[in-house]
């Protein structure tokens, strides 16, 4: 069973705690990984580029002109794609649909190997508890400061951090005093996803987050197995 020390807001240590090998101790596929985050981008993807087709356009209620007689070329609408601000041919439309289906097993297997590389890299940082009296971003930075030891690092070094700070509830002080601090992210443990794990060197989370991440992601998953089971035993019988 894997083990990481535990410290506090001041960065001194106050034990070790014991991580579930089930998630902290799994081995990596990176393709798996890849998978998941190529799925998520595509999931995120939005429709930007978008334009009308000769049925959209607005006008071209009657013809131009009539048909002979004008010694120019017949037209029945100004709304067709040879004139100008007409409509457009086979352009981008609002009917396109970027969505990456991926298994829910795959998708919380390479979480988990997501997690398990950030503890083998060292990137992992648990504290005892994370919290605040006041909603100050000069408090949050302080304990940011005092975890990173970064107090005598320079200020171009200081912009290359990268924190997920990860909580076991919603924590309102914690949310808005991080709001000014560009380099990290705000996130709830029931909502971990492979795209903001690797999005962020560091991961820094209290230490009754593991117990939510295992009550979330272990015990539905086995909940869901055993529900299958008994599904399938009443269909044979």
Not at 93 to 113: P, V, Y
Not at 114 to 130: A, M, Q, R
Not at 184 to 189: E, G
Not at 217 to 225: D, E, P, T
């Amino acid at each position: 069973m894997p083990s990481i020390p535990v410290y506090n807001i001041k960065a001194e240590k106050k034990g070790v705690a014991k991580l579930p090998t089930e998630i902290f101790d799994i081995e990596i596929d990176d393709n798996l990984i890849h998978r998941v985050v190529a799925s998520q981008l595509t999931n995120r993807r939005q429709l930007i580029s978008f334009v009308k087709d000769r049925g959209e356009v607005r006008g071209g209620g009657r013809k131009p002109w009539r048909q002979k007689g004008t010694g120019r070329a017949r037209h029945g609408s100004i709304r067709s794609p040879i004139w100008r601000a007409g409509g457009v041919t086979f352009g981008p439309t609002k009917e396109r649909t970027f969505k990456g289906k991926i298994n829910k097993k795959m998708k919380q297997k390479a979480l988990f190997m997501t997690l398990t590389s950030k503890l083998s890299d060292k990137e992992l940082i648990l504290l005892d508890k994370l919290e605040i009296k006041e909603p100050k971003t000069k408090l949050m930075a302080g304990i940011l400061d005092n975890i990173f030891d970064k107090k005598q690092e320079t200020r171009n070094k200081k912009q290359t951090r990268s924190i997920l700070i990860v909580t076991s509830k919603k924590d309102e002080n914690i949310i808005r005093a991080n709001k000014n601090i560009s380099y990290t992210k705000i996130l709830r443990a029931d909502s971990l996803n492979v795209l903001d794990l690797l999005s962020f060197k560091h991961l820094l989370m209290p230490k009754d987050a593991i117990k939510i991440i295992k009550e979330t992601y272990l015990k539905n998953a086995k909940r869901k197995a055993q529900n299958a089971k008994q599904e399938n035993a009443k269909r044979k019988t």
